[in-house]
């Protein structure tokens, strides 16, 4: 939408760093692997003293671990995503797992004034049948009476109602904000100026924002943890938008390290969303 409103209606991942493994100058593993097998076999031959040119390959040593459950050897590689359009909320989730290393966009340092809005699975169904007109200053507005031809049933109807009163009460807030930082800075108690003083009203003033206002920053997980993350926030019972998180979270993981990820299988599709398991549960 023009005059700064943004909506955003899924997910983006990248991954923006990995582990590189650098060879030690005396224990030594077979050739071949890509940087995270060539660790993980490094650090499991470590556990037996298995070292040497000779032996498993280190695919075949990392499925071995993998079917084992020993779980640690994974911890040792990482992978860092840079993700995007997620709500403040799904962050909140997210940033439970406790192996991640996180650094996340500020709502004090930033100018939340120009923050898009992110819809969860089910209200970003809504907007694709049926995306509301916009006006700034005025907000999101549209009766729709036919569709693809035909008139609308009155369930079509109020879920259109509904999705543009969700998207106004968020809208609403973000006027609210903008206009209580314009206020804190002509009050300015403590006579501040420039960067001190836009830091000072907007960390007084976000405390307004919705929790549906986009989010994003660095996530850095082993791949252990990443696991962990794929098969419980892919669970049928986790929240439709973590969700949506974790399969898009997958499908880049596997680009980087399929060994990894290749063992996860979609259990069923609930709510449109695969559900994603492995036999190496916790693994």
Known sequence: YGNKMIIKLEPTVNVVAQTNFTDHPTYHIPDGGDEFTRLGAFAAKGCYDSFGKSGRANDQNQLAILEHRHGSVLEHMNITLFIEGITRGLSLELNRHRSFAISQRSTRYTAEEDSAI???PYFASLF???PPKFKHNLGFYTHITTKNGRTVSDSERAEHEILVHHLNIQYDAILAYERQVENLMEVNPNKLDGFDLRKWARGKARNVLPHGIETRGTWTNNIRGWRWF????SD???EPEIRSLAHVVLKE???VAPLYFNDFEVSEVVDTLPE???DYSKV
Do not use: D, F, G, Y
Request: aromatic fraction near 6%; hydrophobic fraction near 35%.
């Open 118 to 120: 992110v819809l969860e």
């Open 128 to 130: 694709r049948q049926n």
């Open 230 to 233: 794929i098969e419980s926030r």
């Open 236 to 238: 049928r019972h986790a």
């Open 253 to 255: 993981l596997r680009e």
């Open 276 to 278: 994603w398991v492995t």
